[in-house]
């Protein structure tokens, strides 16, 4: 088969947490080359640009507990459309953060195209918090709360009406900073995540071939990779809001990425987080490109 155009949407958003900066994340990745780096595998690719996201002041309080609804919306909205169009299309939807709130926008995006799509979720975090249980009131802490129908209703309905994905859907690999109502919700719904422990103890080969035989075993129709930049150890990916030690290192992921592309499972893609304001000389943003190299098939020899 021949391989699908790559469609580049770039989403320059902060308003899903507190640190200024991760709007430029998408101007990082592309100076890091990462159109280059896809067309050298052999990839067509279309860069869309970015977003459009209005300057707005930001509003830090909000009565419902979510800072800066109304722009995590606006943005999202648009980011919906143009990833749905991507599949419409035909072509492979890659997104580029942005704070990781912009995964409600990518889902509800892929919502349309797939009728049982699989979610791996790469992260410190779980990013399953509400409005109730986040002590922090940034969204980009609860997407994936949101795509399983759990949150304020103007985020779960977003686009369309009601969850993106199913929860026996969902693998999240890497976690390693997780709040309490996180916890009683993946304990609740029996969500599947491969903490920093199942990484250490059996390796990451062994997680990542458990999870792709996991999501086969859904029979899923397509595989959304949600990668945060803060899932690797902040070591290697120091430019990220939200760093703990302790993570996934370079070499595992490079292996977790290679070991999604022979799979052959992956749709689409998103990598997020990057903060070149945080960043050592873009360091995080070459990493980001380096592993998106792998996902599409770059290879040693
Ligand atoms: N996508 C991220 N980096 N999320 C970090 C979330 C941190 C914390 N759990 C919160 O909800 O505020
Ligand atoms: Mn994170
Ligand atoms: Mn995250």
Redesign the pocket.
Known sequence: MEKATISIIGVPLDL??SRRGVNMGPSAIRYAGAVARLEAIGHNVIDEGDILVDAVERIESSDVGLKNLNEVIKANTKLAEQVEAAVTDGKFPLVLGG???IAIGTLAGLKKGYNNLGVIWY?????M?TAET?????I????LAVCIGLGHDSLVNLHSEGPKVKTENIVIIGAR???PG?RALIEEKGIKVYTMHEIDRYGMSYVMEDAIAYLQSREVDGVHLSL?L?GLDPLYTPG???PVPGGISYRESHLAMEMLEDSGIITSAEF??VNPILDEKNKTADVAVGLMGSLFGEKLI
């Open positions: 899903g947490q704070d990781h709130s992260d410190a975090h779980t990013d918090n986040s002590p922090s009131g940034n980009h802490g609860m997407p900073s997780v709040d996180e945060d803060d990220v809001g939200t997020v987080e």
